[in-house]
């Protein structure tokens, strides 16, 4: 632990912002889903860590390969708890894209279901790199989700209020409508 604790002290402003880049291009890589590139960037880590401050990534997972494999257990599950959240945020848009092109596409209801065999990338993406995309989660989709609830309540209040000023000329229950 206290290895650690050292480690990030050493590693300084610069090392900061290098880390800094690579956890930006990791959520790029799962934003776009090339879960493969997270190689390139662990390798990259790796050496940066080595350079810096002489931190030998691969032995240390060598002398404590019990706790590597506990640590990549609790990853993997984590992140395919993730996934299940992701996957029904996605198919709740796949049912909101339908709802908006209803009548006005020749697809059927059935052509909008999101399927899972053909959706294996977005599952290994989000199991394997479950930090990016929360991070991703939180500041892109939850934030827009958040704008659409508030435009959606102030919708009703700015229809309340437009409401009110054309009640007089509304048809009431005494009123016959012509």
Request: glycine share 6%.
């Amino acid at each position: 632990m206290f290895e650690l604790i050292g480690m990030v002290a050493a590693i300084g402003i610069v090392g900061w912002l290098v880390l800094l880049g690579l956890f930006v291009v990791s959520v790029a890589i799962s934003e776009y889903e090339r879960v493969e590139f997270v190689f390139f960037v662990a390798v990259a880590l790796s050496i940066f860590l080595y350079f810096w401050n002489g931190t030998n990534v691969p032995l240390i997972l060598w002398k404590n390969a019990g706790s590597g494999f506990t640590f990549t257990i609790t990853w993997l599950v984590i992140g395919t708890v993730w996934s299940f959240w992701k996957w029904d945020r996605f198919c709740a848009k796949a049912r909101a894209t339908y709802d908006t092109r209803v009548g006005s596409s020749k697809l059927t209801w059935e052509d909008y279901i999101p399927r899972a065999m053909a959706n294996k990338r977005k599952f290994v993406n989000w199991i394997i790199l479950w930090p990016q995309s929360i991070f991703w989660y939180v500041f892109s989709d939850l934030i827009s989700d958040l704008i659409d609830i508030i435009l959606r309540q102030l919708g009703h209040v700015y229809d309340a209020i437009a409401r009110r000023h054309f009640k007089d000329l509304a048809p009431t229950k005494t009123t016959p409508q012509k």
